[in-house]
């Protein structure tokens, strides 16, 4: 079936690192990718997505590439802020149904002045 | 864009109480909502798919007669914990589908936290 797989946090980092959080994931057809956020308390709030392959969503200063040869879809920053502290969310929805989002679970990211 | 709210945000009960959630597309029409649950610093399952006007669709695992779910109309979907219990606290979360460009993408509420003494 389909899923995906997150690298397993927390991830710690100090202010203006880089950073990289993996995801890959297992589906049939022709699934669109996206990442969420979500932040201390609230729901979830779509970051970025991507619906088919090489595309490469943005936003924020996130970016993420969607590799159908690997099948991944790393979600990439050049210099994270504090604000940026929340849950990532990876996942995908199938090529058909009723879009139903398959998520991975989760990388906490922490970041530090 | 699109916003989704969901009402209330918090809610405290009583064992063996029912609790109702609100889920409301705000400027759009949503054929399809979903529900999820979501345990402390864990991901999203998916309970149910609504459509309005016809019955949700459960996932494996899910009691049916625990969680009622009504899609009354296009804006509009309400979940009802039945004589709630402690293990039925958890963070809720609903989405709606909307179809705003050519592409359906779900819209996420900001969750209902539920506390069940």
């Known amino acids: 079936g389909n899923s995906v797989t997150q690298m397993e946090g927390p991830v710690t980092l100090s202010e203006e690192a880089f950073l990289t959080i993996n995801c890959t994931y297992t589906?049939?057809?022709?699934?669109?990718l996206f990442w969420y956020v979500q932040y201390p308390g609230e729901g979830l709030q779509l970051l970025l997505k991507?619906?088919?392959?090489?595309d490469k969503g943005s936003n924020k200063g996130f970016e993420a590439t969607y590799r159908k040869e690997t099948t991944s879809f790393h979600l990439e920053k050049g210099s994270v802020q504090v604000s940026d502290s929340a849950v990532y969310f990876c996942?995908?929805?199938?090529?058909?149904?009723?879009?139903?989002?398959?998520f991975g679970a989760g990388t906490r990211l922490a970041v530090h002045p | 864009g699109a916003v989704v709210s969901q009402h209330p945000s918090r809610v405290i009960c009583k064992s063996g109480t029912s609790v109702k959630i609100e889920c409301r597309s705000l400027d759009f029409q949503a054929t399809t909502m979903f529900w999820y649950r979501q345990f402390p610093k864990q991901s999203l399952m998916l309970m149910a798919t609504s459509n309005e006007g016809s019955k949700a669709t459960y996932e494996q695992g899910v009691e049916k007669d625990k969680f009622l779910i009504n899609h009354a109309s296009l804006t509009l979907s309400t979940l009802t914990v039945t004589s709630a219990h402690p293990e039925d606290s958890s963070f809720y979360i609903c989405s709606a589908e909307g179809r705003l460009a050519s592409y359906n993408e779900q819209f996420f509420g900001p969750g209902t936290r539920l506390t069940v003494l």
């Open positions: 991507a619906t088919k392959a090489d």
């Open positions: 996942a995908l929805t199938n090529s058909g149904g009723y879009n139903k989002l398959i």
């Open positions: 589906a049939t057809g022709y699934p669109s």
